[in-house]
């Protein structure tokens, strides 16, 4: 077996991890980079040697940096099936189809706005219609189902817990060199672990058993995060606070995840009396989109979940508003009294978040809570911050609202939490090699995994490679020279 690393290594966006097994190659997930434009620009343009003449692509959830480079793989000629959960199919057509059009609609404003005479024309990394193709290609697949690639290679997806649909990925195989009888192998893709007790989806699914080998993700592997009991009481708190002010609650959220539970707090705390029914809005197309994928996919919700809704939907209050169109958007803000706002983006740099905090900012009555870390030079991380005044689109406004930070609703598992999924899939022959990490949280959560057991921990670098043998050998390289192509090459 084969392993090259192609993305999120030593950095936590752009998953991509090719392996070639007895003659197959396959491709676990295709995810966008998301950085600084040149250094993204060049990164969501690379194509791994052979990608487009895989025989297999596993996509194990729908976040953009892990299914969001789909589309520039099917453009260069990538034709092979696509396998993911069903509810993931969902997620991911709504994810592509958001990035496709904010790909074109960039592409438009900077050939209008800063293009000069004589420049190239900008293109879209990706269309619509490039987003479209994808779709066909989705081979939706159960969790606990064993699909059989041939060769003797096999996968299974079992749930990962952190978002809509999202998975863990075990292959199995019989390398063609080992001696006889031919022992099964297993690999373990953790891709993005979730947190438990999280509301809405069930916990993470225990490994089946010993891994000979694991790529870990280690997003936050060597942090803590807060209680996620304490999260309940301090959004409560937030609103209720609101309330008695006569002001508004912001919520800048992800649109996938963060926006729906968020929503089933809010739901909750009307449904036990704890507030009244004040309007709730989710002010996102994208966000409106994955509440109605995540309402119809009731097999995925937790037993706490089930039992609280009952036969109705997942969001079914009266009270909930999905604000779709900019009018909506607009007349959101000529309402009066209490209410609660849920909109794009987390970093409030762009997205419909900005038009509600020009009105908010100078309100004494009003708040904005952050659930979860913003990034640094980021007018999310300036409102955290506490600075004085803010700039919103072209003018600057004194900071009079209330700004909360409530942490613990990270979607992926803290350092503990990782170890204690990983516990069942770790012996001492497993060999880890940890991804999806800044490189301290990375090195961090490699050396804890050395103490939980594993015979050997990696943190890869971009571009790195290793080949294993029968007997559990291990040796690392980087890609022959041409072994890095772009634009399909």
């Not at 990608?51 to 092979?80: E, F, N, Q, W």
């Not at 940890?434 to 971009?462: K, S």
């Not at 290793?466 to 040796?475: E, F, L, N, Y």
Request: charged share 20%; aromatic share 8%.
């Amino acid at each position: 077996m084969r392993i090259q690393f192609c993305g999120a290594d030593r950095t936590v966006t752009g998953s991509c991890h090719l392996l070639e097994i007895n003659g197959l190659k396959i491709l676990l997930d295709f995810g966008l980079y998301q950085g600084p434009r040149e250094q993204a620009r060049l990164m969501n343009n690379y194509v791994p040697h052979d990608a487009t003449r895989a025989d297999a692509i596993i996509l194990s959830h729908g976040h953009l940096d892990h299914c969001g480079k789909l589309p520039v793989l099917t453009r260069a000629g990538y034709h092979g099936p696509i396998y993911c959960t069903p509810a993931t199919a969902e997620v991911a057509r709504v994810v592509l189809t958001d990035a496709a059009k904010i790909q074109e609609e960039d592409a438009e404003y900077l050939n209008k706005r800063q293009r000069r005479p004589g420049d190239e024309e900008v293109k879209p990394l990706y269309t619509s219609s490039d987003a479209a193709a994808v779709l066909k290609l989705w081979n939706r697949v159960p969790y606990g189902q064993r699909v059989d690639l041939g060769k003797g290679v096999s996968f299974t997806f079992y749930d990962a817990g952190h978002i809509l649909g999202s998975a863990y990925v075990v292959v199995e195989f019989q390398e063609d060199d080992s001696p006889a009888p031919r022992a099964t192998r297993t690999l373990l893709f953790t891709a993005d672990v979730g947190r438990y007790n999280t509301p809405i989806l069930r916990n993470p699914i225990s490994p089946p058993g010993v891994a000979d080998w694991v790529i870990t993700e280690s997003t936050y592997g060597d942090k803590s995060h807060g209680p996620i009991e304490q999260v309940g009481p301090q959004l409560l708190d937030a609103v209720q606070t609101c309330i008695q002010n006569h002001g508004r609650l912001l919520v800048p959220a992800f649109a996938v995840g963060r926006t729906q539970t968020i929503l089933w707090y809010m739901q909750r705390f009307i449904q036990d009396k704890k507030i009244p029914p004040i309007p709730i809005y989710v002010d996102s197309p994208m966000g409106v989109e994955a509440s109605r994928v995540t309402q119809n996919f009731r097999e995925n919700y937790d037993e706490e979940t089930l039992a609280a809704i009952g036969t109705r939907d997942l969001f079914a209050s009266s009270q909930v508003k999905f604000a779709s169109s900019a009018q909506e958007s607009k007349d959101i803000n000529s309402q009066r009294g209490s209410c609660v706002i849920i909109a794009s983006s987390p970093t409030c740099e762009f997205g419909r978040i900005l038009h509600h905090l020009k009105n908010t900012v100078e309100n004494q009555n009003d708040m904005v809570v952050f659930c979860g870390f913003v990034p640094p030079n980021t007018l999310g991380r300036r409102l955290q911050d506490g600075a004085k005044r803010v700039r919103i689109f072209d003018r600057y406004y004194d900071l009079k609202c209330q700004v909360r930070v409530i942490h613990g609703l990270s979607a992926h598992a803290d350092g503990d939490e990782l170890i204690r999924f990983l516990k069942p899939a770790i012996g001492d022959s497993t060999t880890a090699y940890v991804v999806h990490g800044e490189e301290d949280q990375a090195e961090g959560f490699a050396a804890r995994l050395m103490q939980a057991g594993v015979a050997r921990a990696e943190v890869p670098a971009l571009e790195s490679a290793v080949i294993t043998s029968a007997t559990g050998w291990t040796g690392a390289r980087k890609p022959d020279s041409g072994n890095v192509a772009t634009d399909g090459d």
